[in-house]
C-alpha cells in the first residue's frame, strides 16, 4: 500500500477518535426514581431498556436508582413468578441495583401480598406509590416517566 493510503487511513482512524471522544460524556452522579403505572408489557419492556441505557450511559456506581410501581403495572410482578423472560428482565435490573418500590395500596387493591410477587421482598413495599414519589424527590432524585 503506498505512503498517501497509510497517512490517509491514520487521518480517518484520528477523526474517528477525536469523534468517539468528543461523544463521551462524564455525568455526575445521579438520584433518579421512576414511575411506572401502567399495565402494557411492551411499554414496561420500553421503560426497562430506558432504564438499562440510563444505567450504561451513567454507570451503575454513579446512579441510584429507584422505580415506583403500582396500578395496572404490578401484574408484571405477578406474571414473572411463570414467566421467564420477565424474571430476566427484572433480574438483570435489580443486578445492577435497581430497587422497586412497590405500592403496598395496589397490593391491598389485589387483595395479594408481597408473596405473590417475583422476588419482592418486604423493604420494597411502601404504603403508598405516590407519595414515596413526592418523598424521593425531596431526597432530590429527580422524576422519570417514560
Given at each position: 500500500m503506498p505512503m498517501c493510503h497509510y497517512k490517509n487511513l491514520l487521518c480517518?482512524?484520528?477523526s474517528c477518535l477525536v469523534t468517539m471522544s468528543a461523544l463521551a460524556q462524564d455525568y455526575e452522579p445521579q438520584k433518579?426514581?421512576?414511575?411506572?403505572?401502567?399495565?402494557?408489557?411492551?411499554r414496561i419492556n420500553a421503560t426497562f431498556n430506558n432504564m438499562t441505557n440510563h444505567l450504561d450511559a451513567v454507570g451503575e456506581d454513579a446512579i441510584d436508582l429507584k422505580v415506583v410501581v403500582h396500578g395496572p403495572a404490578l401484574e408484571y410482578f405477578i406474571e414473572a413468578n411463570n414467566d421467564l423472560d420477565?424474571?430476566?428482565?427484572?433480574?438483570?435490573l435489580r443486578f445492577q441495583n435497581v430497587q422497586f418500590l412497590i405500592c403496598g395500596n395496589t397490593l391491598s387493591a389485589?387483595?395479594?401480598?408481597?408473596?405473590?410477587?417475583?422476588?419482592?421482598?418486604?423493604?420494597?413495599?411502601?404504603?403508598?406509590?405516590?407519595?414515596?414519589?413526592?418523598?424521593?424527590?425531596?431526597?432530590?432524585y429527580i422524576y422519570v416517566r417514560p
Open positions: 480517518l482512524i484520528f433518579v426514581v421512576y414511575h411506572v403505572n401502567y399495565g402494557e408489557t411492551s420477565k424474571q430476566i428482565a427484572l433480574d438483570s389485589y387483595q395479594l401480598t408481597r408473596a405473590a410477587l417475583y422476588e419482592v421482598v418486604e423493604e420494597d413495599i411502601v404504603q403508598a406509590g405516590l407519595p414515596a414519589i413526592v418523598a424521593l424527590q425531596q431526597r432530590g
